[in-house]
């Protein structure tokens, strides 16, 4: 733990461990033939990231041709934006500001300029020099930082352009820190129809990913929904993904239910608590899949978040006509002896209990006259008040074409009193597992389970097998009984978090421009 102990005390601001260094290539005036010979000649890309300033740089070129020939435009599949560089540029330092005296480990995560700054009014200056060197640095660090703010408005500018200028883009890929209000406003009335040409009307793939500079041991931190209220209602939406992201302290904690279009969604290796879950699983109309699991990383207050199995299974029953594919292992959160929060009443009457104004502050969040839009495109979802759930996600008897499940032991049938020895089931599911599975299931795969740890689990899995051909007669493949497939409780451990050499490795992404053809090469447009 000294380790984690030492990143925390680093790290007790933003996990950006990186100062800000944007490349300004100056910008060559040319003459308008010669420009025209630069723009025709550039190579064409399907893949575009806005990263770095340099990017930036290479997208202003290449948006002017994109004017010269309009057909260039349609090459563009793909689009990557991380704006954590230009968080400086939404908080430039106020006149007003001074620069504190600190001590210890939290001075090491201020940016250099501000570092430096500290360090000249520590010398053994004359009054009047130390003055004059510190107000020196100060004007040149506002001066840097209007510079950068600039830079930030063109590249918002240089975005927009981009996602209207490509009409063919069928991926997005969205980091941390995307706070560029420009940005979000242009794809918040797009992904409404509140303008003559909206974007992305054949986006069908969007992936939230971590910021390159955040640390790699630990989530990236997302405002989940409002990311997900820019793409939600978009006509060819199907999938939406994301992978080592936590949810910590929303700001947004309201949405609409049954107004996204997207059909899949993979919630992987994330820190998001319950009822949080439950929330962004009720966006879709109509979910076939859905893949989550919980833990693999280090969460900012070092804990885990609050599920139990009940917060996804009353939220499934909504999308259990149209499931065809589950995967869910929580078993790293919810191995829980205590008999606290199970009622899932307790969880309904704390919504009713919310305040007024923290209800009034969250409709303004989303926008008042956007829940009246939501409101007439969404559908009412299917509740489950009558279904009993337990210490489980719930039967899955009753999703009928629900044809592959893979699924944690303890999120299945419930929590264990590892006191014993063998274990046993703290209370028995509401249900017997051959009775819990839907007859239309064709593959089962089971993680954690372990014959000998668990008497009454082996005895339902006896019986699973027992029985199967007489009551689950699709059921051709069983996987996770005669071989132990690891949940991510046997993988991360059992603790509040992973120790250092435990940590998920996230997969890496090559996410940098592609080039679809070179000068001179013709590509098809479809």
């Known amino acids: 733990m000294q380790s984690r102990q030492a990143f925390k005390a680093v790290h007790s601001g933003p996990l950006l461990h990186r100062c800000l260094l944007p490349s300004f290539a100056p910008r060559m005036l040319q003459l308008p033939h010669a420009m025209r010979i630069h723009q025709m000649s550039a190579p064409s890309y399907s893949r575009v990231r806005i990263c770095s300033y340099k990017d930036v740089e290479h997208l202003y070129h290449l948006l002017q041709a994109f004017i010269q020939n309009p057909a260039r435009a349609n090459i563009v599949t793909e689009v990557v934006i991380d704006t954590s560089d230009w968080r400086q540029a939404e908080c430039p330092p106020s006149y007003k500001d001074e620069v ?136 060819a939406l199907e999938t939406v993904t994301m992978d080592a992201i936590q949810s910590y302290q929303a700001d947004r904690t309201f949405f609409i239910p049954g107004t996204g279009n997207m059909k899949k969604m993979e919630i992987t290796h994330c820190d998001i608590p319950g009822d949080f879950l439950a929330l962004m699983i009720s966006i879709p109309k109509a979910l076939e899949e859905f893949k989550l699991s919980i833990g693999g990383l280090w969460s900012t207050d070092s804990g885990q978040p609050f599920v ?72 009412k979802p299917e509740r489950s008040d009558s279904k009993e759930y337990g210490r489980t996600i719930g039967s899955l ?63 339902q899995i006896d019986e699973l097998l027992a029985r199967k051909d007489e009551k689950l007669s699709r059921l051709k493949v069983i996987k996770g009984v005669d071989e132990h497939i690891p949940s991510f409780r046997d993988i991360y451990g059992d603790g509040d978090e992973p120790g250092e050499d435990e940590l998920y490795v996230r997969e890496s992404l090559d996410l940098g421009w592609k080039l679809a053809c070179k000068p001179g090469e013709m590509v098809k447009v479809e």
């Open 308 to 379: 139990r199995p009940f917060h996804i299974g009353q939220a499934l029953y909504a999308h259990r006509k149209s499931l065809r594919l589950l995967d869910i292992d929580l078993d790293m959160v919810v191995q829980d002896t205590s008999d606290l929060s199970w009622d899932t009443k307790d969880e309904e009457n704390e919504k009713e209990n919310e305040s007024d104004w923290l209800v009034k502050y969250q409709y303004d969040q989303h926008g008042r006259d956007r829940i009246a839009l939501d409101k007439d495109f969404g559908i």
């Open 100 to 235: 504190e005296e600190r001590t210890g480990y939290e001075e090491l995560a201020d940016p250099p300029e501000v570092r430096l700054q500290r360090y000249a009014g520590r010398l053994d200056l004359e009054n009047k020099t130390s003055a004059q060197v510190i107000k020196s640095l100060d004007r040149k660090r506002r001066e840097y930082a209007l510079r950068i703010q600039k830079e930030s408005e063109f590249a918002s500018a240089l975005i927009i352009l981009l996602f209207s200028l490509c009409e063919n883009i069928s991926t997005l890929y969205l980091a941390e820190y995307l706070y560029q209000q420009p940005i979000l406003d242009y794809l918040l009335r797009g992904n409404y129809g509140q303008m003559r040409n909206p974007p992305l009307q054949k986006l069908k793939n969007v992936r939230f990913i971590n910021s390159v500079w955040t640390d790699e041991r630990v989530y990236g931190t997302i405002e989940i929904l409002q990311y997900l209220q820019l793409v939600h209602r978009l006509p």
């Open 397 to 459: 008897h009753d999703f009928p074409h629900l044809t592959h499940l893979s699924i944690s032991i303890i999120t299945l049938l419930g929590s264990r009193d590892e006191w014993q020895t063998p274990n046993r089931l703290l209370k028995p599911a509401p249900f017997r597992l051959i009775d819990g599975l839907p007859r239309s299931l064709e593959y089962l795969c089971i993680y954690g389970y372990g014959r000998g740890n668990n008497a009454d689990v082996d005895e």
